[in-house]
């Protein structure tokens, strides 16, 4: 899908929650109700992402220069853990406030948060649905639709409780409605802040684990051994592996760079690939392989022959 397809979708997902973010406001302040305002609060947080996503899909096609030899793709993952920090502080504020409320539990308009709670649902589809249609491949945007997701549930909650309160009078059942948004809302900014993490430390993504490539290679014929392997993400979708590999004497580096090349992209999806090849015992020194790399980064892998 086109970047400009992307944020067709994403504009239309952000008009529909800051419309609708707008009018709970209000609405949340004239019927006293703190789960109205802060399944507000949530909205603007998903408004948020959305807009970093459409700054972050902008900038990202810019291309590499000077520098930045990567470019800017990694501007997405800085937007999304600022979108989940923002999601962690108003989830600690909504539990202050719950709480508080449930001490002292205001009067609270039921039949205008189950109105309005109703609606959001509608609004909460209507914009799940467009992000859905955007590449959700990307930490940004899949973020969105995870945010706009926990909306979802969040107002069906809130719904709930304006019900209870419109039928039973319990006050307190939009303190805890609230609570649960503010529940869904660490759940949410702590996956984002852990998933944008894990790229900026490089760390290498489940479905590619070096433990498991760097035996895998290994086990190739004629592979004498593999180190200095690394596996890590440039933006959410974005893997690249780079390794040194020793080969036997008189293998054709190649054929055995061609078929360790052919093995990543069957089995591991990994299409970027730097791998230096060389023959074991030829350092250009004659005191064996070591002296390519006096202290490798992580562990050394070896042929079981």
């Known amino acids: 899908m086109s970047a400009v397809a992307d944020r067709r979708w994403l504009g239309i997902a952000l008009v529909l929650i800051v419309g609708f973010m707008a009018v709970e406001v209000v609405v949340g302040v004239a019927a006293h109700s703190l789960a109205l305002i802060s399944d507000a609060g949530h909205m603007l947080t998903d408004a948020a992402s959305i807009a970093l996503a459409l ?5 990202a096609a810019r291309p590499a220069v000077g520098l930045y030899t990567y ?28 709480v508080r409320r449930l001490i002292e539990p205001p009067a609270v308009s039921g039949p205008l948060v189950l109105i309005t709670a109703l609606v959001g649902i509608a609004v909460n589809i209507a914009a799940a649905w467009s992000i859905s249609r955007a590449n959700r491949t990307s930490l940004n945007v899949e973020g969105a639709f995870q945010h706009i997701l926990n909306d979802l549930y969040a107002f069906i ?6 019900a209870v309160v419109w039928a039973t009078g319990f ?21 984002l802040i852990r998933e944008s993490g894990r790229i900026f430390l490089e760390a290498a993504p489940a479905h590619a684990d070096p433990a498991m490539i760097g035996p895998r290679i290994a086990a190739i014929p ?3 051994e593999v180190h200095d392997l690394h596996v890590w993400q440039i933006t959410s979708g974005e893997l690249s592996l780079s390794a040194h ?3 036997g004497a008189g293998v054709d580096c190649h054929a055995a760079r061609s078929e360790i090349e052919s093995v990543l992209h069957t089995e591991y999806h990994l299409d970027h690939t730097t791998l230096q090849v060389d023959h074991a015992g030829d350092n250009h020194g004659g005191q064996g392989h070591d002296e390519h790399c006096v ?9 079981a022959e």
Do not use: C
């Open 245 to 247: 590999v020793l080969v």
């Open 222 to 224: 004629q592979i004498v």
């Open 71 to 98: 470019g800017f793709k990694r501007v997405e993952i800085l937007s999304a853990q600022a979108n989940g920090i923002t999601l962690l502080l108003l989830a600690v504020w909504f539990v202050y406030e719950s």
């Open 171 to 191: 006050a307190r059942a939009d303190a805890l409605a609230a609570l649960l948004v503010a529940v869904l809302m660490a759940r949410a900014g702590w996956g």
């Open 157 to 162: 909650g809130t719904a709930i409780a304006g």
């Open 55 to 59: 700054v972050a899909i902008r900038v």
């Open 295 to 303: 202290e490798s980064h992580g562990p050394v892998h070896r042929s």
